[in-house]
């Protein structure tokens, strides 16, 4: 279960915060979140700080998002990892 708050709003920006796992419906659901502030021409800020696991599929959708200009904030170091593994 992943629990998705917007911390902050504006014309420019948006700050979604990101609590729990960030698996299967999930991902499209911060997608979805993501694509529609990024098609108003957002600054998109992701909160992972209270994220505790990543399926392969959210991990693309992280790393897709970061090629977007997505910042990802307060990432944990076992996500980060994560991450970093996708990578590799």
Do not use: H, P, Y
């Not at 708050?5 to 700050?15: P, W």
């Not at 609590?19 to 909160?47: P, T």
Request: charged share 30%.
């Amino acid at each position: 279960m992943l629990k998705i708050s917007i911390i902050n709003d504006s014309d420019q920006a948006i700050e979604l915060q990101l609590e729990g796992k960030l698996v299967g419906a999930w991902v499209e659901e911060l997608r979805r979140l993501s694509d529609e502030a990024l098609s108003q021409q957002k600054n998109v800020s992701l909160d992972l700080e209270k994220v505790w696991f990543v399926d392969s599929r959210g991990v693309t959708l992280l790393r897709d998002l970061a090629k977007r200009q997505v910042s990802e904030i307060n990432c944990s170091q076992f996500v980060s990892q994560q991450l970093k593994e996708a990578t590799q």
